[in-house]
């Protein structure tokens, strides 16, 4: 489209943006709508058959549908669209406003044509586009607003590059307390039901620390002070036994 251009300017001679313009109008993109058209003259009443090709809110027209030039271009924006009486059957004009504002008034082959160039005419200037895109904006807020306040945004997942945050460490937690048989053992109809599970082993003692010389020995010098120990008892016994 060409936002600001004056409005209703027809370029019959071609003389500005000459080859932009014919290649523009020419090109291979999709058009917005294309077919016969018949164009009343300017200044003569009589009708001309014309091709016109609708590219945005230009309004191309060529002598036939393969002329490789159009003949003039009209520039769409800020026109109205409304049908007419005139000579011809299924006519309508694209007005402009002011004074000096020239009306073009064409007239369509069939009445589906007429109901599709019209159509497609009031939708090519920026101002309809403007009036969809603030509609549209309106009807969003007022789903927003009914839904209720948006949902937060999922977290992205950190990168697998990335540094690990460190977690918080949890509570040491104390050690269990070992489980001790009953005092009595559970009934079942009156006898005593064992349990087969095997008891816990019995808790580990601390050593204590060395009170005295023999404590630092090594096992030979504990065992022979033992010994010797255990071998004057074993004396003693033996001769109390050979006494009367």
């Keep these: 489209m060409v936002p600001g251009s004056p409005p209703g ?54 002598e036939d549908a393969a002329s490789r030039e159009p003949v003039g271009v009209i520039i769409l924006e800020g026109c109205t669209v409304e049908l007419v009486e005139a000579a011809e059957e299924f006519a309508f004009a694209v007005r402009f406003a002011g004074t000096r504002a020239r009306t073009y008034v064409l007239a369509a082959e069939s009445q589906a044509a007429m109901e599709g160039w019209v159509k497609a005419l009031s939708r090519a200037s920026f101002d309809y586009l403007r009036l969809v895109v603030r509609e549209l904006e309106q009807q969003l807020a007022a789903v927003r607003g009914a839904s209720g306040p948006a949902l937060p945004l999922p977290q992205p997942l950190p990168h697998p590059l990335s540094p690990t945050p460190a977690l918080p460490s949890a509570p040491a937690l104390a050690p269990p307390l070992p489980r001790w048989p009953s005092a009595l053992p559970p009934k079942e109809n009156g006898c005593a039901v064992w349990s087969t599970e095997p008891p816990p082993p019995p808790p580990r003692r601390r050593t204590s620390a060395p009170h005295g010389p023999l404590d630092l020995a090594p ?26």
Excluded at 28 to 47: C, E, M, Q, S, T
Excluded at 56 to 61: E, H, P, S, V, W
Excluded at 223 to 243: F, N, P, T
């Design 219 to 244: 096992f030979a010098r504990l065992h022979e002070c033992y010994g010797q120990e255990i071998r004057a008892l074993r004396g003693q016994w033996l001769s109390s036994r050979v006494q009367p």
């Design 9 to 62: 300017l027809a370029i019959a001679a071609m003389k500005l943006n000459e080859r932009s313009l014919a290649f523009y109008a020419t090109c291979d993109a999709p058009v917005d709508n294309a077919g016969f058209l018949y164009k009343k003259g300017g200044r003569h009443a009589a009708y001309h058959r014309r091709w016109f090709v609708l590219r945005g809110n230009m309004l191309f027209y060529f």
